[in-house]
């Protein structure tokens, strides 16, 4: 059973447009939402997160939203630029839900184009 | 100066061997995790030890080994190597007690190719 899941394996959009990413969960106990941005040949490292008692947090061109009725949360990039291409997880944790392990997605590689 | 480091960044062996992947974090983290990453690029947490602890322990043939020396350093060991353990292993180290958010820190990945 997949707690954390991203539906979209890779994402196109062109320089200077928004990215949207997209995840779902299933367990309703995560209290933490977090996205990871991996290159390649390098090690996942944490973008931006969430708490589950808020439905938004900003960071510079990074927000996320929490939409926690329908168990889902969104990476919006404004504007995109090519150094955002890489690939992203979306990650639940919580010491209720998963004992403080995070729950990794399967990851969207996102390609901005010049 | 690298804060999560992992030994080797690649290891070609035979099916059959036995093989070790050393990490060590100098972030002071009391937790430190080993995931797997395959084919389908799905990273999957494989063992988490706090304080030289076990306590995440998932569904993973014995023939995977680690072991916690102290707080900084989680070793993964591999006995009888098969095709399948083909994969990118990342280590990881986070402060767990700092809260339900678990920032994790990865380190760079140990590319796996069994032939």
């Known amino acids: 059973d997949q707690q954390v899941k991203q539906n979209s394996p890779s994402l196109s959009v062109q320089e200077g447009r928004i990215s949207i990413l997209n995840c779902d969960y299933t367990?309703?106990?995560?209290?933490?939402f977090l996205w990871y941005k991996k290159y390649p040949a390098e090690g996942p490292t944490f973008l931006i997160s969430i708490s589950s008692i808020k439905d938004k947090n900003e960071d510079g061109r990074f927000t996320v939203f929490l939409n926690k009725s329908a168990k889902h949360l969104s990476l919006h990039i404004v504007p995109s630029q090519p150094g955002d291409s890489a690939v992203y997880f979306c990650?639940?944790?919580?010491?209720?839900?998963?004992?403080?392990?995070?729950?990794f997605g399967d990851g969207t590689t996102l390609t901005v184009k010049p | 100066d690298t804060a999560v480091s992992q030994t080797p960044k690649y290891l070609v062996t035979q099916m059959g061997n036995d093989k070790s992947i050393k990490c060590e974090q100098n972030l002071g983290h009391d937790t430190m995790y080993w995931y797997k990453q395959d084919s389908k690029k799905f990273l999957k947490i494989m063992f988490s030890y706090n304080n030289k602890e076990l306590i995440i322990n998932e569904t993973v043939p014995n023939r995977f080994s680690p072991k916690s020396p102290d707080k900084a350093h989680l070793n993964l060991h591999i006995n009888s190597l098969e095709l399948g353990d083909s994969a990118v292993y990342f280590c990881a180290s986070s402060h767990l007690l700092a809260g339900a958010k678990n920032i994790q820190y990865f380190g760079a990945g140990t590319r796996l190719s069994v032939l």
């Open positions: 367990n309703s106990m995560f209290d933490y």
């Open positions: 990650a639940a944790s919580g010491l209720r839900a998963n004992a403080g392990k995070s729950t």
